[in-house]
């Protein structure tokens, strides 16, 4: 079992930024996916970002640039350093931790309760 737990989340201004953290208990972050994911209200979930576990990353064309994801295995920690924020980024920030059971597939399997990210104009 893998507990998540996400901060870090607030309120902002356009063109602000924030970083969210997401700590990791249970079992080590290392050798596993990890990836970040967010809702907004009355949109479906997307996935923002993902790094494997060789540490290859990839962001959603729409935070390309702005975000970056990163992680510190001895800590149990995933980061992920949010800049230039929009209001279109307002939504909840949900860490998870998973696997790849193909090449660009990743399955999720532990989720944190997330996160509020609120960017106002």
């Known amino acids: 079992q893998v507990q998540l737990v996400e901060s870090g989340g607030g309120l902002v201004q356009a063109g602000g930024s924030l970083m969210l953290s997401c700590v990791a208990s249970?079992?080590?972050?290392?050798?596993?996916?990890m990836a970040w994911y967010r809702q907004a209200p009355g949109r479906q979930r997307e996935r923002v970002a993902i790094?494997?576990?060789?540490?290859?990353?990839a962001y959603a064309k729409y935070v390309q640039g702005r975000f970056t994801i990163s992680r510190d295995n001895a800590k149990s920690t995933l980061f992920l350093q949010m800049n230039n924020l929009k209001p279109d980024d307002t939504a909840v920030y949900y860490c998870?931790?998973?696997?790849?059971?193909?090449?660009?597939?990743?399955?999720?399997?532990?989720w944190g309760q997330g996160t509020q990210v609120t960017v106002s104009s």
């Open positions: 998870t931790w998973g696997y790849i059971p193909a090449p660009g597939l990743y399955e999720p399997e532990y």
């Open positions: 249970g079992r080590t972050i290392s050798g596993y996916a």
């Open positions: 790094m494997t576990p060789d540490s290859s990353i």
